[in-house]
DNA sequence: CTGAAAGCGCTTACAG
DNA sequence: CTGAAAGCGCTTACAG
């Protein structure tokens, strides 16, 4: 393959020549420009070698978002929220002509200390220590959903003032009874913690399920109830025995509080499958928004997560660099036809 | 920041040592091994930098799906049949640890010039020449739903048939007035081409859908229809106007024809906004397969577009390199509810 | 406007 | 097992 000496010599200009027809045309005298141009058109040269003007410049134009350790690239494509925020940090993209690259980090680490990129989103992590390879790269980084301190750009949601919301609302409606559906930790079986029994920490997933716990509980303590006291099932966004299992945990309950969109979205459908009318049997509302959600029948309550929003913010947050910012995003409560009154 | 060199220094031994360190430490003493790695630790080095390794070894271990030119990053992501077949495309690069990089071709294939990867998957082009700075970079790409000729690697998926059966299976039904609902070969107003007119060769809009015109054509004709007597609407996918135009340029259609999923599915909302009962009182089958079709009211009959096979085989045929290869997928049917016999 | 030179950070035969 | 040297392909002050 020609490189770019090559096609120097065949015009008989130096290299640096060369280099300003392909880069700088404007300071070549025209003659001189076509000349390279024909010696370039001849060799069949395709411009400058990337990887060479990438190691002077030291700039690769493009960001990553890295995928959560037990995801990879396919699942992170697979989860409908995730894609939204995805969307987001493409539309920043879009903005400045970066690439967006998506980088696995199934293998601890290694994927991010290869990855060609100027800055890395993290939107999943459940520990700071997963930033350090990027931290080690010296290159602008950000982290969502997660609380880093000061020293490294985030962006939130306010998760417990979301899910305080949902809550609110169920009671509001004149719901007393409560089951609520959470995450796991990591992909698994799904797991029930029945009524009655101290929580342990771990009944919520990443740390913003846990904080929507404390919203959830906020709310509950209002009206005096302990959410040691609701039944609550950890599953898999897409695992269908999810909504089973809440029913059957919670028979008595009329109202539900879902972490997720697809759990809440398939409580509905196990809903129906068992008879019961929603809303005038159970309320549940959501969290996230999807499209689906304001397809489903009813459509679904539940809480913008500002997924796309955070994606835009993040990617702005590294693409610009400089000292560390935060943003911290309230979301909404959307009202559509999955609640109603208690009977 | 530190450098290969500088640990070196610091520990005293050459830079082949250091980096052997770190690339096959098994080849170092321990001693002198560890002497490197406090070295490094002292110095926060980081490991070798991707930029210098990389211009050594010429590899960048991630492939690029370049996005289709006038949609950008974050419409590729916002499109549910593309981001099937990102996910197959993801699904080959897990399984090989490679990243998956989505370049915007916005800038007419500068993107292309500059990405750094080992490869293209063109996922949407209606020209040959948008491949060609991938070639003239002389890196692997394959093409997909285009038919390169035999010199380019290419999955394709024969649309000609999938409509066939699509439209044959109405025929079967009894149907015997139709209506198609096509795109247009890139973002704008919904046009419609009534019946009686000859049709027009951009009727559909990209190659693939054309093909999908001669499968209705071939079906129609064989029971004396010609394609030029059925009412067809252009427009995008999200053009909630579509269905609507559709309608009302086929008052007396029974049977619906879509060459998306999207248009299909915002075709039943309308349908039944307009008090008709499918498919009592009209039928219509979408193409491709996403996961709402299967939960829409009725659920749609739709054919299955193979989109993340697609993906998953065109990454493997970069990833793999070699000489071109092709794949040519069968799409199914896939018999749901949204079709029945005519009245 | 043009060219000689240094350097971006690393790895890999090769000789010892 | 270790080190000196060449090279990956390019760009950018700098001097002319």
């Not at 030291?58 to 995805?86: H, M, Q, S, T, Y």
């Not at 809550?167 to 609520?180: E, K, M, N, P, V």
């Not at 835009?312 to 400089?322: K, P």
Request: charged residues 25%; proline residues 8%; neutral net charge.
């Amino acid at each position: 393959v020609a490189r770019l000496i090559d096609v120097a010599k065949a015009a008989g200009v130096s290299r640096s020549t060369a280099s300003n027809v392909f880069n700088t045309p404007e300071l070549v005298r025209p003659k001189l420009r076509q000349r390279v141009e024909a010696a370039a058109r001849e060799l069949g040269y395709p411009g400058p070698d990337p990887k060479g003007r990438l190691l002077r410049a030291g700039k690769f134009n493009a960001i990553a978002v890295v995928a959560p350790a037990d995801w990879g690239v396919a699942e992170a494509l697979r989860n409908p929220v995730f894609e939204l925020f995805l969307r987001g940090v493409g539309e920043s993209c879009d903005e400045t002509g970066a690439n967006l690259v998506i980088v696995s980090d199934a293998t601890g680490g290694g994927g991010i200390k290869a990855a060609l990129v100027d800055g890395f989103i993290f939107g999943r992590i459940d520990h700071l220590n997963q930033v350090e390879p990027a931290r080690l790269r010296r290159l602008p980084f950000a982290v969502v959903d997660f609380d880093p301190g000061p020293g490294i750009s985030s962006v939130r949601v306010d998760s417990r003032a979301g899910a305080y919301a949902a809550a609110r609302h169920l009671i509001d409606l004149g719901h007393r009874s409560f089951g609520i559906l959470s995450f796991l930790r990591s992909l698994g079986p799904a797991r029930v913690h029945p009524a009655g029994r101290p929580r342990d920490p771990e009944a919520a997933g990443m740390p913003t399920d846990q904080e929507k716990l404390r919203g959830y509980s906020d709310a509950l303590a209002e009206i005096g109830l302990s959410i040691d006291d609701v039944p609550i099932v950890q599953a898999d966004p897409w695992d269908r025995e999810a909504a089973q299992m809440m029913l059957d945990a919670a028979p008595d309950a009329t109202a539900f509080l879902s972490m997720g969109v697809m759990h809440a979205l398939l409580f509905l459908e196990e809903a129906r499958r068992r008879g019961l009318v929603v809303p005038r049997d159970v309320s549940v509302v959501g969290y996230n928004d999807i499209p689906d959600a304001a397809r489903s029948d009813p459509p679904l309550t539940t809480v913008d997560g500002m997924g796309v929003e955070k994606g835009r913010l993040a990617a702005r947050l590294v693409l610009e660099g400089g000292p560390p910012r935060h943003h911290i995003l309230q979301p909404q409560l959307i009202l559509r036809g999955s609640t109603g009154s208690a009977r």
